[in-house]
């Protein structure tokens, strides 16, 4: 008797014990001064998907994932830096380019998603289109019947990047895909404005309806017009939306605001990349308002020292933020 209450004791006092925490969690580093953004069980999410070996070629990888991404498409990266590992699970972020919690927010979407036999994914401020590109080659893989996928680009370089990264992961419009592109840029109106005709490594261009000659980091740029249109307009007639990954430089809150209706009746999920602290709180009080959960979050990173510039000027690390709409009208 002595021995089975021992024993119970033992199990009692187990589960009082901390469960264990992400092994990407620095050494020695307390859970109050890491903030990573993702959640403890989004390892066994991102696991539960990467399962293709990841590999670097010589004009190309491949991630845990399966997606192909050839070094022409990111100019940027210098490809011997490349982690082969962090390729595998990019966890607490892939090495040069997204955190986890992009991944996560992705992954939850696809996983969640309420029609199993479709899902449709929007990415603007695109790039190279590597979320789309994602959406993508897990909805193949997972037979997904109706794939639909839409990217905006306002840069020619890089717009010219998104189709041929698509192209490389036979991402192409047929019977059951829809592949929907725009060069241009996202606005809160349809029309034209102003973009920086600056060099296809430079990620951080934003578009603006000024005509400065700096802009929002203080850099010199020259503006030349560019095609613009609403969230709205780029979507329209493409039914419920599951996913939108929205990247714009610090124009994120006046682009969810000026649509804050159709957001709230036509999209599941948003991976928000914030640009400053307010617009961080500005988005948390309007999606908020407007029936949003704050499913995962990041605050972004900014130099103190910097006081030149604006608040998203002064912007090192983007921050995220992954909403869920439980409950769209459509």
Known sequence: MMNLGLHMLAKFIKTLAPKPQLVHV????SPLQHYPGYLPGDEALLRRYAVVSA?????????????????????????QNLELDRLQLPLPDDGFHAEGIEYAALLDAFENRILKSRFTAVEVGSGWGPWIGLAGVLAKRHAVETLCLIGAEASAE?????????????????ASTTIRTFHGAIWTYDGEVQFPDGNVEDMGSAATDSASKTDYRGHSIELKST???????????AGEIDFLHMDVQGSE???????????????????????SRVIEGAAMDLLGNAGWTLRREKPCR???????????????????QHW?????TN
């Open 26 to 29: 620095p050494v020695d580093c």
């Open 55 to 79: 590999r670097v070629n010589d004009d190309h990888y491949l991630d845990g994932f399966g997606v192909k991404t050839e070094f022409q498409c990111v100019p940027f990266l210098a490809p």
């Open 158 to 174: 890089r717009y010219a990047l998104m189709l041929r990264h698509l192209k490389a992961n036979d991402l192409i419009a047929e």
């Open 227 to 237: 095609a613009c249109s609403k969230l709205s307009s780029l979507c329209n007639g």
């Open 253 to 275: 809150y006046e682009l969810i605001s000026s649509e804050i209706e159709w957001l709230s009746q036509n999209v599941r999920s948003i991976m928000l990349a914030t640009h």
């Open 302 to 320: 900014f130099r103190l020292t910097d006081d030149q510039t604006s608040w998203a000027g002064r912007t090192e690390a983007d921050g995220s």
């Open 324 to 328: 869920l709409n439980l409950n769209p």
